[in-house]
C-alpha cells in the first residue's frame, strides 16, 4: 500500500491550497484518513480526519478555514485551505487506516510541502 500526497505549493497569506493524497495497492478497504502538519523544527500534528462514517475532526487553529473529504471510489483525501496564515507553512502528511491481505496497518504519505508567505 502506497499513499502519494500532492499540492503542495508556495501561496500569499490569505491564499488557497488544495492537497490530495491517493492510495494505492492491494487494498480492502479505508478507515480513518488524516491529514498532519509539521512546522519546521517541530513535532508532526493533526490537522483533520475523517473517518469512514464520514466524521470529520479538525484542530482548533484551522477550523473554518479547512475541510477534509474522501472519496472512497478513487481512495483518494483531500484536505482543502482556504485562509492560509504563515503559521500554516510547513510539511504535510496525509495518513490512512487500511485493511489489506495483511490485516489493519496505518500507511503515510511521503509529505508535500506548503509555505505561506506574509
Known amino acids: 500500500v502506497q499513499l502519494q500526497a500532492c499540492g503542495g505549493g508556495l501561496v500569499r497569506a490569505g491564499g488557497s491550497l488544495r492537497l490530495s493524497c491517493a492510495a494505492s495497492g492491494n487494498i480492502l478497504s479505508i478507515g480513518t484518513l488524516g491529514w498532519y502538519h509539521q512546522a519546521p523544527g517541530k513535532e508532526r500534528e493533526l490537522v483533520a480526519r475523517?473517518?469512514?462514517?464520514?466524521?470529520?475532526n479538525y484542530v482548533d487553529s484551522v477550523k473554518g478555514r479547512f475541510t477534509i473529504s474522501r472519496d472512497d471510489a478513487k481512495k483518494t483525501v483531500d484536505l482543502q485551505m482556504n485562509t492560509l496564515k504563515p503559521e500554516d507553512t510547513g510539511t504535510y502528511y496525509c495518513n490512512a487506516a487500511v485493511r489489506s491481505y495483511a490485516g489493519w496497518n496505518v500507511y503515510w504519505g511521503q509529505g508535500t510541502l506548503v509555505t505561506v508567505s506574509s
Open positions: 475523517v473517518t469512514g462514517d464520514g466524521i470529520r
